[in-house]
């Protein structure tokens, strides 16, 4: 089940934000954004357990995907397409972009936005500390 998180969810989010990459809490204010009114933080529960969530800035016409976790106990089992389904249908209709930054050797995740329709319109080389490249990937609407 996919559901808003509220701050019961933070600890959580930053335990799974972790695996992402080791700055995670450091550089994503949760707490913040689940105030500021454009942040959506979005939770997948299974059994009581948040398994997955997804982070993304939404300015209306844009959205920025920021982070996007699934527990690696749950991967493979549609958690992180329920989230971005549920994160599309909570868009504005005026929405024009949903804009996303990926490591261009993240296959798992690249194949995920492939399939919700993304594609790769710019590279920013060496863009991560161990050298790999960013893909910008968009979907218009
Ligand atoms: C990428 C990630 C979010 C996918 O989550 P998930 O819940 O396992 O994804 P889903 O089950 O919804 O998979 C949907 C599609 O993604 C792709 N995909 C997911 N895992 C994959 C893998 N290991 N290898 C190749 N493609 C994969 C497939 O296209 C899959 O569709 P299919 O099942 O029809 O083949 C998850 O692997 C993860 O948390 N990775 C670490 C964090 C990360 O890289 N986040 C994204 C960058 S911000």
Do not use: W
Not at 34 to 62: C, H, M, N, P, R
Not at 71 to 80: L, S, W
Not at 88 to 107: A, G, M
Request: aromatic content about 10%.
């Amino acid at each position: 089940m996919v559901r808003y998180a509220n701050v019961y969810d933070i600890p959580r989010i930053k335990e799974l934000g972790s695996l992402l990459h080791d700055n995670f809490v450091q550089v994503n204010d949760l707490n913040e954004m689940l105030e500021d009114g454009f942040s959506k933080v979005l939770v997948y529960e299974e059994e009581l357990e948040v398994v997955g969530f997804i982070t993304a800035t939404d300015l209306g016409e844009t959205c920025d995907i920021v982070s996007l976790v699934v527990d690696p106990r749950y991967r493979n089992k549609m958690v992180a397409s329920n989230l971005i389904d549920y994160l599309i249908s909570e868009l504005s209709e005026n929405l024009k972009i949903i804009t996303l930054e990926v490591d261009s050797n993240n296959i798992a995740a690249i194949n995920l936005y492939e399939k919700f329709g993304f594609e790769v319109v710019n590279v920013r080389r060496h863009y991560y500390s161990n050298g790999d490249d960013a893909y910008l990937m968009a979907r218009e609407s």
